[in-house]
């Protein structure tokens, strides 16, 4: 079982509130991701990080923001959350080589009212 | 455009069945494909990865197989369980010069019954 913890695990919230989706890793990976996941569809990339300080945007348009202040940490904000945020979002992370794999969180599933 | 699609998009097996799940990949220049089990409410677990070299691997009751020259891959899954109930995704790796960038399927949900 991978050492990577998402909360809150469960999030309803109304439209115009900030919010920040945690994600913490205790296998000192360097690599970490937020992916987007909806019912049949792919997981799409939305951010993802390859160490401290280290941030980008992934193929998904999003609102977010993301920050790596601390190789283990990399929580996910939405200043303004609107319905169209409503979805599943995985954080995870992997070591350097290419062949690795990655480890995901049990994600966070969020509703906007 | 790189692709991953997998078929069946669903599928409905008899606990002790055999089964077989498909993906075919567009991806160049290919790196690895790895195999996900993702159980309902939790995130994606490695199966097993196939690099360019290999032609099949087992891990248990799980067996893959690559065939680069095609681009297919297939997940065979023998003696269901119930617990194998699971989306299952395959993710083609596409090796470019800024590194790997990772390709999704959409996955096949598969529902095994008693």
């Known amino acids: 079982e991978a050492d990577i913890y998402q909360t809150p695990r469960y999030l309803v919230i109304g439209t115009g509130k900030k919010i920040t989706l945690e994600c913490s890793q205790t296998m000192g990976h360097d690599k970490m991701y937020w992916y987007q996941q909806d019912p049949g569809m792919e997981l799409h990339l939305i951010h993802y990080?390859?160490?401290?300080?280290?941030?980008e945007k992934g193929d998904l348009s999003s609102e977010s923001t993301v920050s790596r202040i601390r190789t283990e940490h990399f929580p996910l904000t939405l200043e303004s959350a609107r319905p169209s945020h409503t979805s599943q979002y995985l954080c995870?992370?992997?070591?350097?080589?290419?062949?690795?794999?990655?480890?995901f969180g049990n994600g966070t599933r969020l509703t906007v009212t | 455009k790189n692709q991953v699609e997998q078929s069946p998009q669903s599928l409905i097996i008899l606990e002790g069945k055999n089964c077989t799940l498909q993906?075919?990949?567009?991806?160049?220049?290919?790196?690895?494909l790895r195999w996900y089990k993702q159980d309902t409410g939790r995130g994606p677990v490695s199966l097993t990865i196939?690099?360019?070299?290999?032609n099949t691997k087992s891990n248990g009751r799980y067996t893959a197989t690559l065939d680069a020259d095609t681009k297919q891959s297939s997940l065979h899954i023998t003696a269901s369980q119930l617990s194998d109930s699971a989306s299952y995704i395959c993710v083609v790796s596409e090796r470019s010069q800024a590194g790997t960038a990772l390709i999704f399927g959409k996955g096949t949900t598969l529902s095994v019954s008693s």
């Open positions: 196939m690099t360019f070299s290999e």
């Open positions: 995870a992370s992997r070591a350097d080589s290419n062949n690795s794999p990655l480890h």
């Open positions: 990080s390859y160490g401290v300080n280290s941030t």
């Open positions: 993906c075919n990949y567009t991806v160049s220049p290919f790196s690895n």
